[in-house]
């Protein structure tokens, strides 16, 4: 089994900046790819950033330019930088893993449990 453990999250006004984290623990052979996600109250869960093993990142447009992922493979562990914080980032956001536990097997897909952000003044 493999946990992924968010944290980071917190109150900040509108223009402030978080750094979220994303730990993960248990039988680990490879992350091929980390992202993460959010999901607003009423709305859809969407992709917020991703990035692979080869340190490639991607965004959604809503993000870029403000927010940087970023990961530690020695640590497995991925941040999320979140820079000039609007009200409409206020959601509850998640990690996403892409895992290998062992070289033949095949990739499974882990969740974190969430991690609030409310940007408001």
């Known amino acids: 089994q493999v946990q992924l453990v968010e944290s980071g999250g917190g109150l900040v006004q509108p223009g402030g900046s978080l750094r979220l984290s994303c730990a993960a623990s248990g039988s680990i052979f490879r992350i091929n790819a980390m992202g993460w996600y959010r999901q607003a109250p009423g709305k859809q869960r969407e992709l917020v950033a991703a990035?692979?093993?080869?340190?490639?990142?991607n965004y959604s447009d809503s993000v870029k330019g403000r927010f940087t992922i970023s990961r530690d493979n020695a640590k497995n562990t991925a941040y999320l930088q979140m820079n000039s914080l609007k009200p409409e980032d206020t959601a509850t956001y998640y990690c996403?893993?892409?895992?290998?536990?062992?070289?033949?097997?095949?990739?499974?897909?882990?969740w974190g449990q969430g991690t609030q952000v409310t940007v408001s003044s």
């Open positions: 990035i692979t093993s080869g340190d490639n990142a």
């Open positions: 996403n893993a892409q895992v290998k536990w062992t070289l033949m097997s095949p990739v499974m897909s882990y």
